[in-house]
């Protein structure tokens, strides 16, 4: 009879820990973050700079909420955070997932400006391959199309202009280059290029002079044949 009172007690004693540990969260699953917590958390690794753990805040709370109220505003947050860490492939990617799912959101003029961003600061020097300009001289300019009183709008003149000035270089580079080398007719559609799709971002007069030149070097030529 003692035996069964001492088990009994035993028994009473291990569902009371048992339960216990259930109730204070020992020993058993760590219960998840709701959105709310993910997204208070992620926003305090971004203004503290640790984009690398605001990044998997926000993917979580994407990941797993994806019908929360902060989900929206979670797949903004990755895309600034990964813009942060200069992953910038995969912060476009982000951006444009973002603008596909979500074209009416009002914060969809920053979402193109970033676009733009993404391949603005990636642009190379002048004697170099330019498409990063020229895709994001595509960006701001769809911003400033589409939403022309925008202040992100306004913002993007400024680099549209960057963007021009650096391809207007480059063709100058190129038609110099090919003039160096003798090859006069190219230079000289290089050069011609520029006066018609770039002018007026400070190469236009030294364009004319080396039009001039080109075409003065291609009379040679052909009176010598």
């Known amino acids: 009879?003692?035996?069964?009172?001492?088990?009994?007690?035993?028994?009473q004693l291990l569902i009371f820990l048992f339960s216990a540990c259930s109730l204070f969260g020992l020993g058993g699953k760590k219960p998840e973050k709701t959105p709310e917590e993910l997204m208070s958390e992620g926003m305090s690794?971004?203004?503290?700079?640790?984009y690398e753990k605001a990044v998997e805040y926000f993917q979580q709370l994407k990941d797993r909420y994806p019908y929360s109220k902060f989900a929206i505003h979670a797949e903004l947050k990755l895309a600034?955070?990964?813009?942060?860490?200069?992953?910038?492939?995969?912060?476009?990617e982000a951006y444009i997932e973002f603008e596909r799912l979500h074209p009416k959101n009002k914060f969809i003029p920053y979402v193109i400006f970033q676009q733009g961003m993404c391949n603005f600061v990636r642009m190379n020097s002048i004697d170099r391959d330019q498409t990063s300009a020229k895709k994001a001289l595509k960006e701001f300019e769809k911003l400033r199309r589409e939403f022309p009183t925008d202040p992100f709008s306004l913002k993007a003149q400024r680099n549209i202009r960057t963007c021009l000035i650096n391809l207007a270089e480059y063709e100058f580079y190129?038609?110099?280059f090919y003039f160096?080398?003798?090859?006069?007719?190219?230079?000289?559609?290089r050069f011609e290029?520029?006066?018609?799709h770039y002018p007026d971002l400070g190469q236009?007069?030294?364009t004319l002079v080396y039009i001039a030149k080109c075409k003065e070097k291609l009379a040679e030529e052909k009176s010598i044949q």
């Open 1 to 11: 009879m003692v035996y069964i009172v001492k088990r009994f007690i035993l028994i």
């Open 45 to 50: 690794e971004f203004g503290d700079g640790d």
């Open 80 to 92: 600034d955070a990964l813009f942060k860490r200069k992953e910038f492939e995969e912060a476009l």
């Open 174 to 176: 190129v038609g110099h």
């Open 193 to 196: 290029y520029l006066i018609t």
């Open 180 to 189: 160096k080398g003798g090859h006069y007719l190219a230079a000289l559609r």
């Open 204 to 206: 236009y007069k030294k």
